[in-house]
């Protein structure tokens, strides 16, 4: 039951341990953390960034999908940071969970660098980060295991 809990809550578990919060035992938690940690996790993670890299080489949208345009250029400029990402997803034995929600986020979070968005912009919204930046970030996260 914690496995399936942590499954529908898992975007707001992975904000909470973003922002360092400590499972302190909390069941539903350490299940969202193990399954951060398991190998076939990660693996689909490391898939859909390969494919993310295939799409912007194909540099076409399908018409059939729902789809926010990558930022092409940047995500080729920064192929061969994505896809060790990738591998040191897989391969790596032990990984930080704060790692591995980070590449999540580079692939699920409409607001990530690897994306296009409006050129509108409010007071609060700060400079973008770069894809490269991004990609860095996550990479160093997950090896601090």
């Avoid at 914690?2 to 938690?29: C, E």
């Amino acid at each position: 039951m914690n496995r399936l809990i942590a499954r529908v809550r898992a975007w707001g578990i992975d904000d909470r341990l973003l922002a360092g919060q400590t499972p302190d035992g909390n069941p539903v938690t350490l299940a969202r953390l193990s399954r951060l940690a398991d190998v076939n996790y990660r693996t689909k993670i490391a898939e859909a960034l390969r494919r993310l890299v295939d799409a912007a080489r194909q540099r076409q949208l399908s018409p059939l999908l729902a789809q926010v345009p990558l930022r092409v250029q940047e995500v080729l400029d920064s192929e061969p940071l994505i896809l060790t990402l990738a591998r040191d997803l897989e391969e790596e034995e032990v990984v930080s969970p704060r790692g591995v929600i980070l590449a999540d986020r580079l692939i699920r979070d409409g607001a990530s660098p690897l994306y296009w968005r409006s050129t509108v912009q409010t007071e609060s919204e700060t400079a973008e980060e770069s894809v490269e930046a991004a990609v860095r970030h996550a990479r160093a996260a997950l090896l601090l295991a």
